[in-house]
């Protein structure tokens, strides 16, 4: 064992994901992974986040035996990867760049072919199974359509479909609400939740900090390759201050206040002006505005997000292209 091995956290029972040293260069040069030890607890909803380039999709290729890495290991379901890929991918629904679909076939017909070409899948309970998996998803009333006449949202809810039509121990989505409308989003959220519900662990990635907020119960950062933090969701954003914020017609003035009371990192957006809170009582801060003659709406200390605990954490704005 060398050092730096040695020096790695030992894999936690019962994880589902265990990666450690995970890295990958590809071939042109590109460091994309960079020495990754990540672990994903058994049951949880745990979100892999990072801005676009991040690395999240060359990690899941990883996990899923698709590419190899440069270094490091990778277990799921306990067994190393992409070695043990036979019998560990069967326990696992994937979703990765979009769902491979036949746009000429129905969204059912869709199924019925993908599940045909599972040589575990039993033919006599195929219809169930498409039909328990499509209404899962929302798509019963659409099964008679062309998947070419689909949405993106309604393909991406076909594609997962195909991946609900076994039972699985782990699912991986990579972005699986990237381009759906507000609807779309909130069924496969309350999906996702669902699944979770029936003992599942669901591995997905976004790089919507809200939408991680909303249903995963353990979150990953990265950036630029390499793992910022990870652990329980209320955790990570527990390890972030808050945000003092001040509504104010007055927001100059109020601005020159918090900067006088010491207040960092102060901004100033429409009728509010937010601050890292000082390290002294607020009330003196409040009482310090008020004497300025600044007219206080409303004062308080906003909840810490978990986009704050990313930007104090890397010192970068979070960036939500696409
Ligand atoms: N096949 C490849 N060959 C060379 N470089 C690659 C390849 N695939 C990805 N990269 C690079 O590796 C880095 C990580 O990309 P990756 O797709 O894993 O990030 P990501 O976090 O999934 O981003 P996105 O959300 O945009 O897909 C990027 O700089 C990307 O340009």
């Known amino acids: 064992m060398d050092a730096a091995s040695a020096a790695r956290p030992p894999e936690p029972e019962g994880a589902v994901i265990a990666t450690r040293g995970l890295t990958k260069r590809y071939r042109g040069g590109q460091l994309a992974v960079?020495?990754?030890?990540?672990?994903?607890?058994?049951?949880?909803?745990?979100?892999?986040?990072?801005?676009?380039?991040?690395?999240?999709?060359?990690?899941?290729?990883m996990l899923m035996g698709l590419i190899t890495p440069t270094s490091g290991t990778a277990r799921v379901l306990g067994s190393p990867m992409p070695g043990a890929g036979r019998t560990v991918l069967p326990h696992v629904g994937a979703l990765i760049e979009g769902p491979a679909l036949y746009g000429h076939l129905h969204?059912?017909?869709?199924?019925?072919?993908?599940?045909?070409?599972?040589?575990?899948?039993?033919?006599r309970t195929r219809r169930a199974r498409v039909g328990a998996a499509l209404d899962r998803v929302g798509l019963t009333a659409a099964a008679g359509k062309k998947a070419k006449a689909y949405s993106l949202g309604m393909k991406q809810r076909?594609?997962?479909?195909?991946?609900?039509?076994?039972?699985?121990?782990?699912?991986?989505?990579?972005?699986?609400t990237n381009g759906l409308d507000p609807q779309g989003m909130r069924e496969i959220r309350s999906l996702v939740r669902e699944l979770a519900s029936d003992g599942t662990t669901v591995f997905l990635s976004s790089h919507l900090l809200d939408e991680i907020e909303q249903v995963c119960t353990h979150?990953?950062?990265?950036?630029?390759?390499?793992?910022?933090?990870q652990g329980a969701v209320a955790d990570l954003a527990a390890g972030a201050r808050g945000r003092l914020t001040v509504t104010t017609p007055d927001t100059a003035e109020?601005?020159?206040?918090?900067?006088?009371?010491?207040?960092?990192?102060?901004?100033?957006?429409?009728?509010?002006?937010?601050?890292e809170p000082p390290a002294r009582d607020l009330a003196e801060v409040n009482a310090a505005?008020?004497?300025?003659?600044?007219?206080?709406?409303?004062?308080?200390?906003?909840?810490?997000s978990l986009e704050d605990a990313f930007v104090a954490l890397t010192g970068e704005g979070f960036d939500v292209a696409g």
């Open 34 to 61: 960079d020495g990754l030890d990540l672990t994903v607890p058994a049951g949880s909803v745990f979100g892999f986040l990072g801005p676009n380039g991040s690395g999240k999709t060359t990690t899941i290729r």
């Open 107 to 123: 969204g059912r017909d869709n199924l019925l072919r993908y599940d045909a070409a599972d040589p575990t899948a039993d033919p």
């Open 158 to 176: 076909l594609g997962i479909a195909c991946a609900l039509l076994q039972p699985r121990r782990l699912l991986v989505l990579d972005e699986p």
């Open 219 to 229: 979150a990953a950062v990265m950036a630029r390759g390499r793992l910022v933090t």
């Open 254 to 275: 109020a601005a020159g206040v918090l900067k006088d009371q010491g207040a960092a990192d102060v901004v100033t957006d429409g009728d509010q002006v937010t601050a």
């Open 289 to 304: 505005l008020v004497a300025a003659g600044v007219r206080v709406r409303g004062f308080g200390v906003r909840r810490a």
